[in-house]
């Protein structure tokens, strides 16, 4: 069925793909978007004249695509397990470049509010899989694993300022958790040589905690 011509938009082609688009962010800034596809490359165009800023690649097909508040920070998660940042603005791999341990292809990334953070969703083994990372020096550093969907997480948000978040799964289930407060304990001045796990069962899924041990 036709649609009237009232309902018709005016549109401007930025680029075409012979494969899907899987990820579209604005730039905080509003002057310019980014673009994401299944075949890894990441794509930045101005929106002034349309032309294209950057092309970067992330080494496997992007399956979501992130950028922080300030504007200073993009992420991208790819089906080779691995999360990697970039400069919005540049398409150039800012620290930390390369996120990984995640046990799946990563399904989505999402910066908390102060960009400090970032939650990543994937699936290890027949569960769903939350990792939150810290950017901050020492930046790259596993902060929090986290699994409770029965299926593959299909979407994340780490939206509220007290660390809260929100993941969605493929089996339509919707889950709300209270991420655990960054601590940095006292610095080790030897090498660290062995370590604990503590898993706890909570309300239908598993927090994992870890302790660390040296010489000294």
């Not at 036709?2 to 494969?19: A, D, E, F, V």
């Not at 290890?124 to 939150?132: P, S």
């Not at 809260?164 to 001045?189: F, K």
């Amino acid at each position: 069925r036709r649609l009237p011509r009232s309902t018709l938009c005016p549109y401007t082609t930025l680029c075409r793909s012979k494969m899907p688009i899987s990820g579209v962010v604005w730039h905080p800034n509003g002057q310019s978007i980014i673009a994401s596809c299944r075949d890894g490359t990441i794509r930045g165009f101005n929106l002034t004249n349309y032309a294209q800023l950057f092309s970067a690649n992330h080494g496997a097909p992007v399956l979501d695509l992130a950028i922080s508040n300030d504007g200073t920070k993009m992420a991208s998660g790819g089906e080779n397990k691995i999360v990697r940042i970039w400069n919005p603005s540049n398409g150039a791999a800012v620290q930390p470049s390369q996120l990984a341990g995640l046990a799946g292809p990563v399904q989505c990334v999402d910066f908390s509010v102060d960009g400090e953070r970032l939650i990543a969703g994937s699936l290890n083994g027949k569960l769903g899989q939350l990792m939150v990372f810290h950017l901050m020096p020492p930046a790259g550093i596993i902060e929090q694993f986290i699994v409770g969907h029965p299926t593959a997480v299909a979407s994340c948000v780490a939206l509220s300022a007290d660390g809260q978040a929100v993941s969605l799964s493929n089996d339509g289930v919707v889950l709300r958790w209270e991420l655990l407060a960054a601590q940095r304990m006292a610095g080790h001045t030897q090498a660290v040589t062995a370590g604990r796990k503590s898993t706890r069962l909570n309300s239908s899924h598993v927090v994992i905690s870890y302790a660390v041990f040296c010489l000294k």
